[in-house]
């Protein structure tokens, strides 16, 4: 059975089926249509997905060692907590993050995205200014914009903690990955059913009623991957920085599964009036 990743297939399929009914469709007409048959908003949002997908194929592992004196570029992050498989569009404007995104770019196009302590602060250059626990990610797209900001698109890759940081041209940090615990327990699996079922009322979603394509806009994973489970649900949750730092912070697997369904029983926070 296809799935997200056969997308510029089934598009030339349906083009050519189209085509011998005498419909006519270019091409990027009929990717922007099974864009939308599979649930995403438009072709530019699935591309970025199908192209994290092909990252995490080839993408480092957990124990993966850096090199020491390998200093990675970092993007801080002011109001966002990035988690590992996660992919977001980052508007950068400062700089320094700029010089950071394009050391990526003409390198391996690895960077450290972690959030700021201090949502004010301009130039976070110490490691006081930032969490003590990122994410590793691959700079998946990069466009300009008129005013000259960057949209950047990242892809989550792995929890890391920063040992050190130098600042010049840009941020950039010394890392060391963090590993996990607990993710393949029985424990794990039964807290992951859980997590699906507490999320289902959080998010007042009835995925069983869901048309087929209509899923894939949740992007839940299996429960056959508890950790994936997590970081998959944790950025959807409508909590403060803060608690999602918590949730990136802690390695421990079962821990986290725990904490989740904890703040998903909590509610959704009232809107202020």
């Not at 990122?134 to 990069?142: E, I, K, M, P, Y």
């Amino acid at each position: 059975m296809r799935d997200f990743r056969d997308a510029k297939a089934i598009a030339k399929t349906l083009r050519e089926a189209l085509h011998a009914k005498s419909v006519t469709l270019t091409n990027s007409e009929s990717q922007e249509l099974v864009a939308r048959i599979l649930g995403f908003r438009d072709w530019n949002v699935l591309a970025a997905r199908i192209q994290a997908a092909q990252l995490h194929s080839t993408s480092i592992q957990p124990d993966t060692a850096f090199p020491a004196e390998a200093d990675i570029p970092i993007i801080p992050m002011r109001d966002m907590v990035l988690f590992p498989h996660m992919i977001s569009r980052i508007f950068v404007a400062r700089e320094k993050t700029r010089q950071a995104v394009e050391h990526a770019l003409a390198g391996d196009r690895r960077v450290v995205v972690v959030t700021q302590r201090r949502v004010a602060d301009d130039l976070p250059g110490t490691l006081d200014a930032l969490y003590p626990v990122g994410v590793l990610a691959n700079v998946v797209d990069r466009q300009t914009q008129v005013d000259g900001a960057l949209k950047v698109t990242v892809c989550g890759l792995q929890r890391i903690g920063i040992a050190r940081i130098s600042d010049g041209d840009f941020l950039a940090a010394e890392v060391t990955p963090i590993g996990e615990q607990g993710g393949q327990s029985k424990e794990a699996a039964t807290l992951s059913k859980a997590v699906l079922d507490a999320y289902q009322i959080y998010a007042e979603v009835d995925f069983s009623a869901l048309p087929p394509g209509s899923k894939a806009r949740f992007s839940l994973p299996s429960i056959g991957d508890p950790s994936l489970l997590a970081d998959t649900v944790a950025p959807l949750l409508s909590t403060g920085i803060e608690q999602k730092q918590q949730l990136l912070e802690t390695s421990d697997v079962v821990n986290r599964l725990k904490r989740l369904i904890e703040m998903m029983s909590a509610g959704r926070p009232k809107a202020v009036a």
